[in-house]
């Protein structure tokens, strides 16, 4: 197949501009994955990006096959996957256009929640895929974040957080092994888990930034490689002052806002 979209349509209504996006150079890597997912990607970074604006009108099934040089097969299941994601709508008889834009979720910085938490404010079901759990020997890192004692072992917890079925953050989270003894507990809130053994931190530390994200991290988050999301490290403390928790997380940037509120002191 290597057909070019104006040669085999007679049509001729598409200029270059429209169909640069969709084409194979713009979104196909060799070696990359399957096609319909490499395409899945490439759409729904454009769309994060405002490259494909709200109402904007994909080509049809049959031409966006032609301009991206892919079977109809593989044009069906990367917009499909969109349409569950609820960036796309199918309009009978009209078409797919891009839903209007998603309102972002607000987080105030000034409130100690957990992520199960803050979904739940906004109406959302939380669910997290462990991508790893357990007991090991702490990095350096780990050890001055946690003030923990040579010869300690700490515990880990890696998960991939969804707010109904989309994936929004992942989360590497340190904790000192007598404060999760089993982090095997941990299935989708580590701050519950904490809360029944009575150590849920009443206070916490933390620092934002933004990041370009690498390849694997990008795959499990549904976004393109390199595509900006926000890091926040979070170290939070017992009542006593006790750091009991060092979590890492990168964020989806397009769909969640951080708000800090700002007074004046009272003079
Ligand atoms: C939030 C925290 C994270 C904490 C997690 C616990 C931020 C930036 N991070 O995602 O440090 O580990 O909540 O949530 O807010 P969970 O109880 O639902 O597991």
């Known amino acids: 197949m ?10 001729g209504l598409m200029m270059d501009d429209d169909t640069a996006l969709y084409r194979p150079d713009a979104w196909y890597r060799p070696a990359r994955g399957p096609r319909y997912e490499q395409l899945y990607r490439h759409l729904s970074a454009a769309i994060a990006a405002g490259d494909l604006p709200p109402e904007s009108q994909l080509p049809t099934e049959r031409d966006l096959a032609l301009i991206a040089d892919v079977s109809r097969v593989t044009v069906r299941k990367a917009v499909s996957q969109l349409v569950e994601d609820g960036v796309l709508e199918q309009r009978r008889g009209a078409g797919t ?8 979720m607000e987080h105030s910085l000034s409130a100690l929640l957990s992520f199960t938490e803050y979904m739940r404010q906004r109406g959302k079901t939380s669910t997290s895929r462990i991508l790893r759990r357990g007991l090991f020997l702490p990095s ?8 923990l004692p040579p010869g300690d072992r700490v515990a880990r917890v890696e998960r991939l957080r969804f707010a109904d079925d989309t994936p929004l953050a992942l989360e590497w989270s340190s904790l ?3 404060v999760l003894p089993d982090p095997e507990a941990v299935e989708t809130s580590l701050y519950d888990v904490l809360r029944a053994t009575g150590r849920a931190p009443t206070r916490a530390v933390q620092r934002i930034t933004a990041v370009n994200l690498t390849a694997p991290d990008a795959k499990l988050l ?16 017992l009542p006593s002052g006790r750091p009991i928790e060092f979590t890492r997380g990168l ?11 700002l007074r004046l002191d009272a003079p």
Not at 140 to 147: I, N, Q, V, Y
């Open 97 to 104: 256009f891009v839903k209007p834009a998603r309102p972002k």
């Open 140 to 147: 350096p890192d780990e050890m001055m974040a946690l003030g």
């Open 222 to 237: 549904n976004l393109a490689e390199g595509a900006a999301v926000l890091r926040i490290d979070r170290t939070a403390y």
């Open 251 to 261: 964020y989806r940037s397009d769909i969640y806002d951080f708000i800090a509120e």
């Open 2 to 11: 290597n057909r070019s979209y104006e040669k085999n349509t007679n049509r």
């Open 176 to 178: 000192p092994s007598d």
